[in-house]
């Protein structure tokens, strides 16, 4: 079983930053797919940026530029920067992972294929 402990986030005014931290623990073997999501009450969670196991990251268009992922792979540890933040990035953030893959494991926006998740941290942003 693989353990995803988050944090960061918080609150901040519109073009803040944030760092949000995604720590892995337990079995941890083989190659992951990882992810960070957002969601509002009673909306579906949605991807924000991913990577594959590569280490290659994916944005959404509505973060791209804005937002930046990146590894520590000594600490099992899975950052989100969140520069320039709008009101409208208000939202429980949540990390997640998939695999492990034998091989390459390619990222994914689909929320269903994610196996393990952290536990959400709100991330507010006024304007």
């Known amino acids: 079983q693989v353990q995803l402990v988050q944090s960061g986030g918080g609150s901040v005014q519109s073009g803040g930053s944030l760092r949000l931290s995604c720590t892995a623990s337990?079995?941890?073997?083989?190659?992951?797919?990882m992810g960070w999501f957002r969601q509002l009450p009673g909306q579906e969670r949605l991807g924000v940026g991913v990577?594959?196991?590569?280490?290659?990251?994916n944005y959404r268009d509505f973060v791209r530029g804005r937002f930046t992922i990146s590894q520590d792979n000594a600490k099992n540890t899975l950052y989100l920067q969140m520069n320039s933040l709008k009101p409208t990035d208000t939202a429980m953030y949540y990390c997640?992972?998939?695999?492990?893959?034998?091989?390459?494991?390619?990222?994914?926006?689909?929320?269903?294929?994610?196996?393990?998740w952290g536990q959400g941290t709100q991330v507010t942003v006024s304007s």
């Open positions: 337990g079995y941890i073997e083989g190659r992951y797919c």
């Open positions: 990577v594959d196991s590569e280490g290659n990251t």
């Open positions: 997640a992972a998939f695999g492990p893959a034998n091989g390459y494991c390619a990222a994914s926006y689909n929320v269903a294929e994610y196996r393990y």
